[in-house]
């Protein structure tokens, strides 16, 4: 019955020892027995109270610390995965991150390919371009040659047509 009492006062901080303060407020405050009890009178003595009240708070007082200790732990272990959670979405964003500069790579690597082969179709090009150009100079040399050639030869036909034309012979003066 004494128990049941001390349960119905209210709410008390279970994991601290009762203050000098406090213990005075409960000394200097009479005891509403009589509601608490409706058709009983009981009488209860203070220090019972006290005594009941440092038992059952020394029953169950280290229990709430190692419990209260315990859950501290678990707190800071939490804050400690925490961080590590996050530094491991910070690993798994850089790696990401490497994929896309992965993918980076190979694209630009694509495009080196790409102009690499250009490259050689350019030069190919110009070599191909520069003998053309040396066949069409050798070309040309050669109808200049051969429009020489003809020029000479017709020169010589006129020449030898001139030489072939019956001259009229010239006639001597008689001296006289």
């Known amino acids: 019955m004494e ?36 058709a009983e009178n009981v009488f209860v003595d203070k220090k019972a109270v006290d005594k009941l009240t440092e038992g059952l708070l020394s029953h169950y007082l280290p229990d709430l610390q190692n419990s209260k200790r315990a859950l501290q732990e678990l707190t800071q272990n939490q804050l ?21 500069l992965n993918s980076l790579f190979t694209e630009a690597k694509v495009y080196h390919n790409k102009l690499v082969n250009i490259r050689k179709e350019m030069i190919m090009l110009h070599e191909k371009t520069a003998k053309l150009k040396k066949r069409a100079l050798k070309l040309q040399q050669q109808k200049q040659k051969e429009a020489l050639e003809k020029e000479q030869q017709r020169e010589k036909e006129l020449e030898r047509e001139r030489q072939l034309i019956a001259k009229p012979a010239k006639r001597m003066r008689e001296s006289k």
């Open 80 to 100: 400690i995965l925490l961080d590590t959670l996050d530094q491991e979405v910070t690993k798994f964003r850089e790696c990401n991150a490497l994929l896309d």
């Open 3 to 38: 128990v049941e009492e001390m349960e119905d006062e209210g709410p008390s901080t279970q994991s601290e020892p009762p203050h000098s303060e406090d213990l005075q407020l409960e000394q200097q405050e009479p005891l509403h027995l009589e509601s608490l009890a409706p």
